[in-house]
């Protein structure tokens, strides 16, 4: 069995992962919540190695190689960002400064759009993670989350992409706005019902928000049903602002269980072709092909 | 000078206001933060107490009327909804008991519609303020704030109404999500630019949104320039919604200044007639409305 020889990391605004391989195995992972937002620059060396200490073999240099927000202008190191239309991972890295000799850090850049004006930073590596295992795939891809994206990929290249705040919005509206009082639970039905009417009317979505608040006081309106309906407005709303997108084409879906799976509902309804994938594997995926682009170095002995 | 006979009281869910009068005429007021929202059931009394204890008179009975979230079931005595079509007032008050024998609390009732769903508490008595300063009036009145209203009133009755999120969705959008990094200030044209593109394209809201936070990564785009886009988009977005009341009407803008004014500077962009009114002063124009709608008393000696 061949030794660990590298490490990856994803590192977002709210969390950090890391795994210890050699090639493309997986030999260890390891977790925290010790993500961009709550680090300040000298934050960012000391709270990967609370997770990888063990992992480096002393006298020896252990590449490491990074995605996601840390790679921003408040992240470890700024990566600047490479524009559209490009391949997802280009030919370089940026490296970051690491006091302990055993690491070499390097990070993937991001991706930027003159106009309309757009970024992102970690969806490029899950973008070139599904095109590794599906080369040659032309399409659209669609990552759901916080900050959900819309990337249209033609011969390799990204082409163009959107930014959607939905995520973010529908975290807000239900955990902080009025509309808390009312919602609780999932009722399927209640998200079908919101997503075709923020698909048909998005225009009116700002009218039907309070809605909800207002059919829980008068006519008691079930609190699953009221959060599926909260939800399938936003995420109609956002289909028909993406309907470029979509229209005609096949959508791979990248994220988490549930809220890719919400997506996929909402574009089956519209008979859209849908494919679903685990974004934790493609997200590494991404870090084993952007692993060709690091220095080459023969691992020396540093003292 | 006659002596103060009653007090008036606008109670909301982060505001308490309160002022004796003797018939329409204030002699004193008062205010404090305690709203609806930190207050338990039996919190109320002594919040009003902590206000207007020595505007009390020993063995008297004083008059003291509220509108509000005050009303509401997590208020301090549920005020049941009247339907409309109505008149804001209609003609029977809720009262709320007190253990201070020199109180007599009564509450203005709020209003709901049926279809769409909907429900105010407050802004009634604000509509009857307006009108009892504008008699005969017919047309539509907007009350800018948290959650705005779009009021239809004809032959003194509320007809319709319909109720945005637009002002809590603002809050919760420039102050926590990650828009809050790239706004600060105010610039009047880039509220006009916002203005226009929300109500022109309001399916498009959920996609201009991230392009801010972008265009500020990638364009050093101006604080105040982003921040009165914000507010420009989601007003833009509210009036495309609310077009069937204020399309061919005159609009009479009851709200807090800088609110307001930002509502009347988009309607007369698109050529709409606007009044601007004070909030405060429709409030109380509107309790003394009300006041007529008291069980007469004696004001008897109480021990």
């Known amino acids: 069995m061949s030794r660990a020889d590298w490490i990856a990391v994803d590192w977002g605004t709210s969390h950090l992962r890391v795994w210890q391989l050699s090639g493309d195995q997986v030999f260890r992972q390891a977790q925290s919540d010790q993500g961009m937002g709550v680090l300040a620059r000298a934050g960012f060396e000391p709270a990967l190695l609370a997770l990888v200490q063990d992992w480096l073999p002393e006298g020896q240099v252990t590449p490491v190689l ?32 690491a006091r302990d000799l055993r690491l070499d850090v390097h ?28 080369p040659g795939w032309d399409g659209v891809i669609c990552l759901p989350g916080t900050h959900s994206k819309w990337v249209h990929v033609s011969a390799g290249e990204v082409v163009s992409f959107q930014t959607f705040l939905t995520g973010e919005m529908f975290a807000l509206l ?26 048909e009317r998005p225009e009116r979505l700002m009218a039907r928000l309070f809605t909800i608040r207002a059919e829980s006081l008068l006519d008691g309106l079930d609190a699953g049903v009221a959060r599926g309906r909260l939800s399938g407005l936003m995420i109609g709303a956002e289909l028909a602002a993406a309907k470029p997108y979509w229209l005609g084409q096949r959508v791979a879906l990248i994220g988490s269980e549930a809220v890719a799976q919400a997506y996929a509902t909402a574009l089956q309804a519209l008979s859209v072709p849908v494919t679903l994938h685990d974004v934790t594997e493609m997200t590494l995926a991404g870090l084993c092909a952007a692993r060709a682009l690091l220095p080459k170095t023969e691992q020396p002995c540093v003292n």
């Open 66 to 97: 990074a995605c996601g927000m840390v790679g921003s202008r408040q992240g470890w190191a700024e990566a600047q960002y490479r524009a559209v239309p490009c391949t997802p991972l280009g030919d370089a890295l940026a490296p970051a400064p």
């Open 107 to 134: 990070i993937v850049p991001g991706l930027k759009q003159p106009r309309p004006a757009d970024v992102m930073r970690g969806e490029e590596t899950q973008v070139a993670g599904f095109l590794k295992r599906h």
């Open 174 to 199: 239900s955990e902080q706005s009025v509309l808390r009082h009312s919602l609780g639970g999932w009722d399927a039905a209640g998200f079908a019902d919101g997503a075709a009417q923020g698909m």
